[in-house]
């Protein structure tokens, strides 16, 4: 029997309205035409290293110490892509938008009323790969006053995809019982690490067409509803 639903956060229920995560629309503005089309077409390599320094460094509890991490970010992801000029100016425009600005993601429409369905019959979490922000963002739109818990990587410092850790530390300190949760996330190897441990798990496919996998697909927070009530 489900009780639980929990849910991912990125590309479950929200996106990045500029369409990546750390590229913020503003990103033109500060950097100039010139320079974001450098950063457009060399960010994947440069980002590897930028990335790594963030994992590295993931047990965050503050937006302060959040930005901090953000410095450091966007300065290698900046001058590992040759862009050098202003750039401690660009590195703290950024790292601002990406903390501190709630309205740089696009909730879902079918989001709010389909947790709200949800909540009449399952207890209903986020477990996030995330950053202190998530929870400023959650409320400006509304999610966070409708779920019963935010369970974020930053705050134990380790990530869903490490060896399941973020949900060995979801049971452990929030009560999850994975052969009563219903996991839904847009990462099969997240889900793999998830069914490992006894979760029911779906994976949400907002757009286009998924490779072979053994998760269920879903494309909204509906489709959860009702594929926790026909199946489990």
Same mark, same amino acid.
Request: net charge neutral; charged share 20%.
């Given at each position: 029997?489900?009780?639980?639903i929990?849910?991912?956060?990125? +590309?479950?229920?929200?996106?990045? +309205?500029?369409? &990546?995560?750390f590229?913020?629309?503003?990103t033109?503005?500060i950097?100039? %035409? ?11 390599a440069?980002?590897?290293a930028?990335? =790594?320094?963030l ?5 965050v509890r503050t937006?302060?110490?959040?930005f901090?991490?953000?410095?450091v970010?966007?300065h ?9 000029k202003?750039l ?6 950024l790292? =601002?938008?990406?903390v ?10 079918d989001v709010?009323?389909?947790i709200?369905?949800?909540k %009449?019959?399952? +207890? ?16 400006? &739109?509304?999610?966070?006053?409708l ?5 974020m990587s ?5 990530l869903?995809?490490d060896?399941g ?5 979801a049971?452990?300190?929030?009560g999850i019982?994975?052969?009563e ?11 793999d690490c998830a069914? %490992?441990l006894g979760? &029911? ?5 907002r757009a286009?067409?998924a ?9 909204n ?8 009530? %026909?199946?489990?």
């Amino acid at each position: 029997m489900i009780t639980t639903i929990a849910l991912d956060y990125g +590309r479950v229920l929200a996106c990045p +309205r500029s369409g &990546h995560w750390f590229l913020p629309l503003h990103t033109w503005k500060i950097l100039g %035409a010139g320079n974001t089309l450098r950063l457009a077409r060399h960010h994947r390599a440069a980002q590897h290293a930028a990335q =790594q320094c963030l994992n590295n460094n993931h047990l965050v509890r503050t937006e302060q110490e959040e930005f901090e991490q953000f410095l450091v970010f966007y300065h290698k992801l900046l001058s590992g892509c040759g862009i050098t000029k202003n750039l401690e100016q660009a590195c703290q425009a950024l790292a =601002q938008f990406t903390v501190y600005d709630p309205d740089k993601v696009k909730v879902y429409g079918d989001v709010l009323p389909g947790i709200a369905a949800l909540k %009449a019959h399952y +207890r209903v979490v986020v477990i996030s790969d995330t950053w202190p922000s998530l929870r400023s963002v959650l409320q400006h &739109h509304g999610v966070l006053p409708l779920l019963d818990d935010l369970i974020m990587s930053s705050d134990y410092g380790h990530l869903k995809g490490d060896e399941g850790k973020l949900f060995h530390s979801a049971i452990e300190h929030h009560g999850i019982v994975p052969a009563e949760t219903l996991f839904v996330d847009d990462s099969a190897h997240n889900l793999d690490c998830a069914k %490992a441990l006894g979760f &029911h798990t779906a994976l949400m496919l907002r757009a286009g067409w998924a490779k072979r996998t053994d998760h269920p697909l879903v494309r909204n927070i509906n489709d959860v509803q009702r594929l926790a009530q %026909a199946k489990f």
